[in-house]
Nanobody
């Protein structure tokens, strides 16, 4: 079974940093576009960032541009989301997903992880 596993979530203070990881089981991440989404209870899943597997292009939501960085480590079969200058509005459960391209609709992604929680508090 194809699987993604997120890790790295936790409690961070405003202005702090976290690095989320998305590791693949039973498939090779570099053959897929990988996206990060986030969701808070009662709201729709929001796209945060995506990295293409064809040209390496990276896209970001306006709310995280200049603060978050997505990257791949193909040797580790892992995609990262570096979160810097974290704000209270970044608190959510973060999910990674694999797909053919960087779709804007979450339902177009084929494989999802179980999520990792990010909390922001002083």
């Amino acid at each position: 079974q194809l699987r993604l596993v997120e890790s790295g979530g936790g409690l961070v203070q405003p202005g702090g940093s976290l690095r989320l990881s998305c590791a693949a089981s039973r498939f090779i991440l570099e053959n897929y576009a990988i996206a990060w989404f986030r969701q808070i209870p009662g709201k729709a899943r929001e796209g945060v960032s995506c990295i293409s597997h064809t040209d390496g292009r990276k896209t970001y939501a306006d709310s995280v541009k200049g603060r978050f960085t997505i990257s791949r480590d193909n040797a580790e079969n892992t995609v990262y989301l570096q979160m810097d200058d974290v704000k209270p509005d970044d608190a959510a459960e973060y999910f990674c997903a694999a797909g053919g391209i960087c779709y804007t609709n979450p339902s177009d992604f084929l494989v999802w992880g179980q999520g990792t929680q990010v909390a922001v508090s002083t």
